[in-house]
C-alpha cells in the first residue's frame, strides 16, 4: 500500500487528458497549414496546365508528396514552437510545456525525434500516449524515445 506520508515521493501525472486537450487545440493551426499547403500544390497543379476542376488526386506521387510536406510542415510548427518556448498554441491554454531530461531546453534533433515517435504514437492509435499510465515515469513513448517530458506548470496568480 502507498505511504500517504507527505514525505514520500508522490509519482508524476501522466497527464493524458491534458495531452489530448492540447492535440485537439492544435488540430486546428495544423488544419490551417494544411489547407494552406494544399492550395498551393493545387495551384501548382493548374499552372502546370491541368483543367481548373482537376485537383492533386490521392495515391498518386504528387497527392503522396502532399501528405510529406504536410507532415513536415506539421513538424516544423511543433518543433519551432517547442523549441522557442516549450508550448505550441494548444499547450498554452492548459499551461503544459516541454522540457529536456534534465530541465532545459531541448536540442532541434530530441524534438525532431519527439514529433516522428509522436505520429508512431497517434497511428497506433494512441498506444504511445496511454502508455503513460504504465510507465514508471508517467512518460509517453516520444518522451521516452527522445528524452524530454512534459510538464504542467502552476497557475500564475493574478
Known amino acids: 500500500m502507498d505511504d ?5 515521493p508522490r509519482k508524476p501525472r501522466a497527464l493524458i487528458g491534458w495531452r489530448l486537450l492540447a492535440l485537439f487545440y492544435d488540430l486546428w493551426p ?6 494552406a499547403l494544399s492550395f498551393l500544390f493545387n495551384l501548382g497543379y493548374l499552372l502546370a496546365g491541368h483543367g481548373a476542376r ?7 506521387v ?14 516544423l510548427y511543433a518543433t519551432v514552437s517547442w ?6 498554441l494548444g499547450m498554452r491554454p492548459w499551461r503544459l510545456r516541454v522540457r529536456a531530461a534534465d530541465g ?14 509522436g505520429t508512431l504514437s497517434l497511428l497506433s492509435a494512441g498506444l504511445g500516449f496511454w502508455w503513460a499510465w504504465l510507465d514508471r515515469d508517467r512518460l509517453a513513448w516520444h518522451d521516452r524515445a527522445s528524452g524530454t517530458g ?4 502552476p497557475k500564475r496568480p493574478r
Open 83 to 88: 523549441r522557442r518556448g516549450g508550448q505550441t
Open 30 to 35: 495544423a488544419a490551417a497549414l494544411w489547407f
Open 62 to 75: 504528387l497527392g503522396w508528396l502532399l501528405w510529406i510536406a504536410c507532415w513536415l510542415v506539421t513538424g
Open 4 to 8: 500517504p506520508s507527505p514525505s514520500a
Open 54 to 60: 482537376e485537383f492533386v488526386a490521392p495515391f498518386t
Open 104 to 117: 532545459g531546453r531541448p536540442s532541434w534533433r530530441a524534438l525532431w525525434l519527439r514529433y516522428a515517435v
Open 150 to 153: 512534459l510538464q504542467r506548470e
